[in-house]
């Protein structure tokens, strides 16, 4: 089982987009049934982040790391340069305040990026609501708090089962987000919940997790070229 969609249709991309997608086949073989859906999601993301939106990640220990991963590949740079618009470096030279070289140096090295935010990395927020509503409630608390309609909602969980994922993800069913989820190929209770879902064809933790990688890493590389990319002439 390779993954389904909720009555969902792929985006066009543009063709210098796609040749992430076809890189990743050659090198992985294994991610050739999910052509359709890594580009269904790298096009949820893209329409959500041109909406204004965000993206929330989350997921447990090795899926963690992951979250954290794919908003680092998300929020900057990846392979790509992402410079300033010249609206926002011009309004950075008139209203920053700072002396001329030091504005220089920020209008040349910020970078564009999407509104990412891993739901992981929040300790001392993740302990208070352990301690005091219960660890299944860490991740659907902050999608309760941060998430809008039209934001997404990125859950990673190697067993489908995860139960503080689950409860992201019907909090994030409930209040209009797009939901999405990595997992391997055996069903679980996160299944219903996604309306992208992408099963890698791996049944053990660390075998799913070594497919996780290329199938995020995808995605975040479509994302940047065509939101970033400058399309060809």
């Known amino acids: 089982m390779e993954g389904t969609s909720r009555a969902m ?12 997608l076809d890189e990743v086949v050659r090198r992985c073989p294994d991610m050739e049934g999910l052509r359709g859906l890594l580009v269904l999601a790298t096009g949820v993301i893209c329409a959500c982040h041109r909406a204004g939106g965000r993206v929330l990640v989350c997921g447990n220990g090795g899926s963690a790391a992951d979250s954290e991963h794919i908003v680092g590949e998300l929020a900057k740079g990846f392979v790509l340069r992402r410079p300033l618009p010249p609206a926002d470096a011009a309004r950075l030279r008139g209203d920053a305040g700072l002396a001329a070289e030091e504005v220089g140096e920020l209008a040349e ?112 590389l479509m994302v940047e070229q065509e939101l970033f990319g400058q399309a060809p002439a």
């Open 109 to 220: 090295k910020l970078q564009q990026g999407v509104a990412a935010i891993s739901l992981t990395g929040h300790p001392a927020l993740a302990s208070a609501i352990d301690n005091d509503t219960g660890r299944q409630m860490i991740f659907a608390q902050q999608v309760y708090v941060y998430g809008r309609r039209g934001d997404v909602l990125l859950c990673l969980s190697t067993s489908g089962n995860a139960g503080n994922v689950v409860r992201a993800l019907a909090v994030g069913r409930a209040f209009g987000l797009t939901t999405i989820g990595l997992t391997g190929n055996r069903a679980g209770r996160m299944d219903p919940f996604c309306d992208v879902l992408l099963k890698v064809p791996a049944a053990e933790t660390h075998k799913i997790q070594e497919l996780h990688l290329p199938a995020y890493h995808t995605i975040c």
């Open 9 to 20: 249709h792929a985006p066009a991309l543009r063709p210098d987009t796609l040749r992430h």
